[in-house]
């Protein structure tokens, strides 16, 4: 089954709303141009949550050359949760995608495995597209229980998954270490994960974890993008942090993955 490929920016902390509008003011055309040649290639950006809406009515929805999305989301529908944007509210300004569990979220403001499938049910709930993260610390690789760690992550946010939901649902591999530290994983271990990750996601979803999407994410750049992607075919694109930031390099990833379509 072939694959939709992404591309997709985790822009977090950065850029003021003017530089996010002027970054897809040049990210559009060429992405656009990307598609044309595949239209099984899909680039999106994660711009602050106050960017969300701009953002999505500055490129227009057909052939929407760049998909918009949110880096995270409300675990809770609505009410006196003071700061919280909820996943209605995100598909109602025309969010497509809201990226769950990234781990600084999980790290640095204390979200859970239970937290996280939370936000899964909410999301599935509203009918806004999910990029569910899930990753192992450096302690946790180097004490060899990374894949338990990752398959206890997954599961406990697909637990909240309705299988039969037509929301779309991709899956981020995003080890902690890799995040932002200039170290990536090297092919070899983004491919072995993946597999694993592959196996995992058609065991507890036979009818569509064959069909859905593995991103690979952490300190992903134009020059290494390429070697990953030929990892045995298992990587189908990035979440990339640090290097989506420049429209130049973001876009020559983008690029790299539509060669790699091409082949
Ligand atoms: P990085 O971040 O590309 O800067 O390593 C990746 C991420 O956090 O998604």
């Known amino acids: 089954m072939s694959r939709t490929l992404w591309v997709l920016g985790n822009f977090k902390q950065n850029l003021l709303h003017a530089q996010v509008l002027d970054h897809l ?51 809770q529908e609505q009410g006196a949760y003071t700061g919280e944007v909820s996943a209605p509210m995100l598909k109602a300004v025309g969010c497509d995608l809201a990226i769950i569990g990234h781990s600084e979220r999980r790290t640095l403001f204390g979200e859970s495995d239970a937290t996280v499938a939370e936000k899964v ?3 599935a709930q509203a009918g806004l597209g999910i990029v569910l993260c899930v990753g192992e610390s450096l302690a946790q690789r180097e004490a060899q229980t990374h894949v338990e760690v990752v398959t206890q992550q997954l599961k406990a946010a697909l637990a909240r998954f309705p299988q039969d939901s037509e929301v779309p649902l991709i899956l981020a591999y995003e080890p902690v ?11 070899q271990q983004a491919q072995e994960m993946h597999a694993h990750l592959r196996e995992e996601l058609t065991r507890l979803d036979p009818q569509r974890g064959s069909g859905r999407s593995i991103l690979y994410g952490g300190s992903v750049k134009p020059g290494n993008a390429a070697e990953l992607l030929a990892a045995g075919n298992q990587i189908d694109g990035f979440l990339v942090g640090g290097a989506s930031l420049d429209p130049t390099s973001f876009t020559a990833i983008a690029q790299a993955a539509s060669e790699h379509l091409s082949q």
């Open 25 to 75: 003011q040049a990210l559009a055309p060429a992405t656009a141009a990307l598609r044309n040649t595949h239209s099984s290639l899909r680039v999106g950006i994660a711009p602050s949550f106050v960017s969300v809406q701009a953002a999505r009515a500055q490129v227009p929805s057909e052939p929407n050359p760049v998909q918009v999305l949110a880096q995270n989301v409300a675990a």
């Open 121 to 123: 049910a909410q999301c």
């Open 177 to 187: 270490w890799a995040i932002g530290t200039g170290r990536s994983a090297t092919p």
